[in-house]
């Protein structure tokens, strides 16, 4: 069964950029069957999507995130990764990975989510 | 950009009553709509995709239709693990978009 795992930081300063990595287990990430994504929820707040990335490395971003994002790809570890720079406290959020199968467009498998909190 | 949108915000029903959750596209997506519920503390799921077809293992009381701008969720008799925030999403065009959720509580 198809497994998506979320790590990286709880707490981060403003200004500084957020890492975080999702392992999956269950099932190759090298499929090409298969986009990858990040979505982002505020506490208390709706979901907003950041950004799919697809095996090959091909990647569709959040125009509003665009400027201070990266998602890339690790085959060899089977996970893939999401970058934010230039922190503030309103990227304070729990961070969701997920499958995103054929055209990458829909989620079908999520991960539990990471808190991450900016603050000094 | 597409924006999405959704009504109620809130919609309180009785167990065993009918839920119609309507979902608004800023522009036509075709039949390419998503919905999602997601339980406190849980992470979302996939219900509905392709505006109607229900995903591996979602029951038959859930039901989506439209095209176009306009989308429904219909549960059809509503059961007490039902109770939960519901998203719709557009998956026509990048940018995804999510709409901002309607919340099923208890009457």
């Known amino acids: 069964q198809l497994q998506l795992q979320e790590s990286g930081p709880g707490l981060v300063k403003p200004s500084e950029t957020l890492s975080l990595t999702c392992t999956v287990s269950?099932?190759?990430?090298?499929?090409?069957?298969?986009?990858w994504g990040w979505i982002r929820q505020p506490p208390g707040k709706g979901l907003e999507w950041i950004g799919n990335?697809?095996?090959?490395?091909?990647?569709y971003y959040n125009p509003s995130l665009k400027s201070r994002v990266t998602i890339s790809i690790d085959t060899s570890r089977n996970q893939f990764s999401l970058r934010l720079s230039s922190l503030t406290a309103a990227d304070t959020a729990v961070y969701h990975c997920?499958?995103?199968?054929?055209?990458?467009?829909?989620?079908?498998?999520w991960g539990n989510g990471t808190t991450v909190s900016v603050s000094s | 950009e597409i924006v999405m949108t959704q009504s109620p915000a809130t919609l309180s029903v009785s167990p065993g009553e009918r839920a119609t959750l309507s979902c608004r596209a800023s522009q036509s997506v075709s039949s390419n709509l998503a919905w999602y519920q997601q339980k406190p503390g849980q992470s979302p799921r996939l219900l509905i995709y392709?505006?109607?077809t229900r995903a591996t293992g979602i029951p038959a009381r859930f039901s989506g239709s439209g095209s176009g701008t306009e989308f429904t969720l219909t549960i059809s008799s509503l059961q007490s693990e039902d109770f939960a925030l519901y998203y719709c999403?557009?998956?026509?065009?990048?940018?995804?978009?999510f709409g901002p959720g309607t919340k099923v509580d208890i009457k």
């Open positions: 997920a499958r995103a199968p054929d055209t990458g467009v829909i989620m079908d498998v």
């Open positions: 999403q557009q998956s026509n065009n990048w940018p995804l978009a």
């Open positions: 990335i697809y095996y090959s490395g091909n990647t």
């Open positions: 269950g099932g190759s990430i090298s499929s090409s069957r298969y986009y």
């Open positions: 392709g505006a109607s």
